[in-house]
Each structure stands twice: as structure tokens, then as C-alpha cells.
């Protein structure tokens, strides 16, 4: 049996790490950083413009050591490059993985079945630019004439999650004279509150959809086609001023109104968690511009070189993978909290659910053999200083350990007399405290009572990396979102299984398929659910029915 289909468990390296987790799982940081007081300069690395401080992680150089060893018996390095080769490392779907093309320099060569894709994502490229660069000018105008002032994006998941976050993260470069909403859940209330204050002849959505046939997507779609018409007189040649579309299907596209010549097209080699940075993005174009988005690609760009370039030891999203398998399957993390200090960002952790969660949310293998490890952690967060005040006593004193990523910047876009001192005065004082705690004898020395000391020590010894930028740009968003994207690839290929199908999230869609009908029909139907289920069935049509009338 050769190492590539040795069984995680088994494979040497595993074991090691097993062995050396238990000589030194009772090590403290505090023990550690005396040992080598040179530690927080050690252990870290700089690149990209990306400073990821890593010391206050509870590791030695064997642990390092033994880490890296693990990725090289797991074949990281041939993945990377099988990824970038574009060959179809996504096996239960067949497919290619090629998010790093549509970040990919004019000029650039990657195949996908005998074609360079390049030239084709540029062109998709060009096209938006155009076509964003028309509405901000103010050249395209809606059926009555008037300016465009209101966009909103209609999608769900990667469809939405990265366009929202995107924008907010960017909102310091978007057009300050246009309003920008996102719509995703199927619940009308979502709908409604983004267009209550919109006036349908100044408003423009972007339906993404790759097939044009998501349940949610389209029936929001189809409320605001029907929104717009209502306050435009019912003319039917409103919807191509109104509407543009994120799709492959021109026929689905054209059925709903919508001029193909504004039909953006991506890849099905493009999951759609993976998809920000494609034609999904354009609404973000729309928000910052053609010049700023292209910077945001070529910051994505410059990471995955990095990922694809660097040696592992110095490689950002390899040592974060890396990390993050050791506390969840040696340490039993259940979680990791992402706290980013920039109120920009107050998206992102939202974002990086879908991402991790979608991506490493597994139970078999690449072969189709359950595991016996854990695989993706939960993955959660909140801005700083926001969850100060709300989680992080959880994360000091609680009973469970809590890697933690905080992602900071020297450099305020909005500077305020002392703020942003403060601010990072919090981020660097928050990773001190979870790494070295206060002992009994400390607490004592502040003249605390007795029997109020157990109440006032930290044990510390919680683990946590310091990501540092200069400053929120297009291009630091991009090099983060990537640094992410390729850190679970890492995870998945360790894992050994597929980072790139959701098959997870089809059988709910199926069964609502199923009770839809069951809901909305009007003679009593006949169910044949579980107990639970059908009884839920008939309570809201009875209460659903009773509150319609």
C-alpha cells in the first residue's frame, strides 16, 4: 500500500504528530515564550503585503516540523499544482477547480479540457467594465429615462455572501451616489425592506443564477419583476432596462425579459462560494469601480501565487491550514473564531462560514470511505471591539478552547483622533491576555480576597494568529479572501476529501420541492411524511390558511 492511499490515521506522520501532541499538550505559552524569548519574531511571516504573527500558537519547531511532514506524505504539493493545472480535482461532480483563473494576468495560459479559459474570463471581464462603466456615467438610464441610482443584487449563497461582504468590506471606494441592497432569503420580508424606499425607475437588479432556476433566487426575481412593473405601468419592456442577468441559460434568461447582449457569463468550473471574483462581482463593480475591482483580482492574484510558489514553511495559507488541523484533531477545537478590527469587515466572518463550512463540512473521503477525524471546524466571528463585550468571556474563561484569527490594520481609512490607537490597542492587548492569562499569584497581588480569586484568573494558554495589513484596500481584500480560500484547501486535501461539491444542500431543496405543493394546495392533501412533519404540515395549513382569509 503506498502513502498516498495509507489511511489518514495510519499514515507515519499522523502518528507522530499524535505522539508529540501528547508529550506536549500541557506546555503553556507562557513557558514557551521564556524559553525563547525570540519567538514573536520567529514565528511569523511576512507576505504579500500580509504579516501573519503565528507564535502565540501552542507549537514548538518539532511541531512545525512534524506539521510539514504531513503535508508533504498528504501530496499537498501535487494537489496545488493538480488545482492549478486545472485538472478535475472536484471527482464527484467532474469538474475542474479554477477560481484562481478568474484572477489570472491577460495573457496568462490555463487549461481546461485543451482550452485556455483565460481570454474568455477577460473578456467576461471587459464586458462588465463596459457595461458598469455605461450605468455609473450615467449613459444607461432606465425605461423612463431617469439615471440608475439603486442596485440590487438577487442571489443566494456564493451568489450573495460575497457580493455583500465585498461591498461592505469596500464601501470606503464605492460611488457614495448610488444605494446599493442585497437580496437572498425567500422570506418577503427580505424583499421588502430592500426596495421600500426605492423608486423602481431608478432601481436596477442583477438576478445571478447560473441556470436561472434556483428556487430562491427566482422567485425573489420574479417579485421584482413584478414590483417593477407595478410602479412602471406594466410595460413589459421595462424589465431589459431594468434587469441584467448573472447566468449561463440565455433561453431561461431571455423568457424572463432580459436582453442577452446583459447576460454575464461564468464557468462551471467556478463553484459558486469560490465565484466573487467572476461575473458574480458585478455588483461590486458597480460599487467601486472598474480600476478598483481589477486591483481587488490582482490582489487575489498575488496570493495564489504565493500559495503555488512558496515553500511551505513560509507559505500563509499552508501554515494557517496546517494549524488549524492541529487544534482540531489533536486538541478536539471544535471552533475558530475569525475577529476581525475593522467595523469594514463586519461581513466577513458570515462569508467564511460558507466557505470553510460548505467546503470541509465532510464525512467521507475522497474514496468514499468515512473518516474517523474530525473535519471542518465551525467557523464563526464578529468585529472587534463588538464581541469584546459579548463572546470573548467565553473565550478567556470558558471551558473550551478557541483558536483564534484577529485581522487588523496599522492604518485607519477613517482616522479619528485617537480611535484607531485603540483600537489596535485591543487587538494586540486580547491576544496577550488569551495567550499568558493572570495565575492565582498575580491576581493575589493586586490585593484581590481570597475567595474571589478563582473567579478572577485566566488560565491563558488559548491559542490565536495576529494577521497585519497596512491598510483596507481592493487589493488587501482580494490577498485575504484568498489566503482563506487556499487555507481550506489545505484542510481538504490533509483530509483527503473533496473541498469543492455541496451535496449536503440538496436533499432539504428536494423535500421542500416535495412539500410546496403540500402547502399550497387547496383540498387536504395526502401526506406520507414522518409523524413530526406531517403534523407541522397541517398545523400551518390550518393556521397559514385561517390567517390568509
Known amino acids: 500500500m503506498t502513502e498516498a492511499i495509507t489511511p489518514l490515521t495510519a499514515r507515519p506522520a499522523w502518528r507522530a504528530l499524535t505522539e508529540h501532541h501528547a508529550a506536549i499538550r500541557e506546555r503553556h505559552l507562557r513557558e514557551l515564550f521564556a524559553e525563547d524569548p525570540g519567538r514573536g519574531e520567529s514565528l511569523a511571516v511576512e507576505a504579500v503585503g500580509l504579516y501573519l504573527d503565528y507564535s502565540k500558537n501552542r507549537i514548538t519547531d518539532e511541531t512545525l516540523r512534524l506539521l510539514l511532514q504531513l503535508a508533504e506524505a ?56 463596459a457595461f458598469v462603466s455605461r450605468v455609473r456615467s450615467g449613459d444607461w438610464r432606465g425605461h423612463t429615462g431617469k439615471r440608475i441610482r439603486n442596485v440590487v443584487n438577487i442571489g443566494i449563497g456564493g451568489s450573495d455572501l460575497g457580493p455583500v461582504m465585498a461591498y461592505e468590506a469596500l464601501r470606503h471606494f464605492s460611488d457614495r451616489s448610488m444605494t446599493f441592497r442585497f437580496v437572498s432569503n425567500i422570506d418577503g420580508t427580505d424583499f421588502a425592506e430592500a426596495v421600500l424606499d426605492l423608486d423602481p425607475a431608478e432601481t436596477l437588479f442583477i438576478v445571478s ?9 427566482m422567485t425573489n426575481a420574479r417579485t421584482a419583476r413584478e414590483w417593477l412593473l407595478r410602479g412602471l405601468r406594466g410595460d413589459e419592456k421595462a424589465v431589459a432596462r431594468h434587469f441584467v442577468a448573472v447566468s449561463t441559460n440565455a433561453e431561461k434568461v431571455a423568457e424572463f425579459g432580459i436582453d442577452t447582449a446583459n447576460m454575464f457569463e461564468f464557468w462551471d468550473w467556478v463553484g459558486g462560494r469560490y465565484s466573487m471574483d467572476s461575473a458574480i462581482g458585478l455588483s461590486t463593480m458597480l460599487a467601486i469601480g472598474p480600476d478598483h475591482f481589477r486591483a481587488l483580482l490582482d490582489g487575489f492574484h498575488q496570493m495564489d501565487e504565493h500559495f503555488r510558489t512558496a515553500p511551505f514553511e513560509r507559505n500563509l495559507p499552508v501554515l494557517m491550514g496546517l494549524l488549524s488541523i492541529w487544534y482540531v484533531n489533536f486538541f478536539d477545537a471544535p471552533t475558530i473564531a475569525v475577529l476581525p478590527y475593522e467595523q469594514y469587515l463586519k461581513r466577513f466572518p458570515a462569508y467564511l462560514q460558507q466557505l470553510t463550512m460548505e467546503s470541509n463540512g465532510k464525512r467521507v473521503t475522497l474514496d468514499g470511505v468515512e473518516v ?26 470558558g471551558t473550551r478552547l478557541i483558536p483564534c484569527d484577529f485581522i487588523a490594520f496599522h492604518k485607519s481609512l477613517n482616522p479619528m483622533g485617537r480611535h484607531h490607537d485603540l483600537l489596535l490597542a485591543n487587538v494586540f492587548a486580547q491576544s496577550e491576555a488569551l495567550a499568558f492569562g493572570r495565575t492565582p499569584e498575580e491576581v493575589r497581588a493586586e490585593g484581590t480576597p481570597d475567595w474571589l480569586v478563582p473567579h478572577r484568573v485566566f488560565t491563558g494558554n488559548r491559542p490565536s494568529n495576529t494577521i497585519l495589513a ?80
Open 470 to 549: 497596512e491598510q483596507l484596500t481592493p487589493e488587501i481584500l482580494g490577498k485575504l479572501v484568498a489566503l482563506y480560500e487556499h487555507c481550506v484547501y489545505t484542510q481538504g486535501v490533509i483530509w483527503n476529501i473533496n473541498p469543492f461539491d455541496q451535496w449536503g444542500v440538496e436533499l432539504g431543496k428536494a423535500l421542500a420541492q416535495r412539500i410546496i405543493p403540500e402547502l399550497e394546495s387547496e383540498q387536504e392533501p395526502a401526506l406520507d411524511h414522518d409523524g413530526s412533519t406531517n403534523a407541522l404540515i397541517r398545523r400551518h395549513r390550518k393556521i397559514g390558511k385561517r390567517s390568509k382569509g
Open 209 to 217: 443564477s447560473k441556470t436561472f432556476t434556483t428556487l430562491e433566487t
Open 74 to 129: 498528504s501530496g499537498l504539493r501535487a494537489r496545488i499544482d493538480a488545482m492549478f493545472r486545472g485538472e478535475k480535482i472536484n471527482i464527484t461532480e467532474g469538474r475542474g477547480v479554477l477560481h484562481v483563473a478568474l484572477r489570472a494576468p491577460r495573457g496568462a495560459t490555463i487549461l481546461v479540457d485543451g482550452e485556455n479559459v483565460v481570454p474568455g474570463v477577460h473578456a467576461v471581464l471587459d464586458r462588465m467594465s
Open 372 to 397: 474517523d477525524y474530525q473535519t471542518s471546524p465551525i467557523y464563526w466571528g464578529e468585529p472587534g471591539t463588538n464581541g469584546q463585550h459579548s463572546f470573548y468571556q467565553l473565550i478567556h474563561q
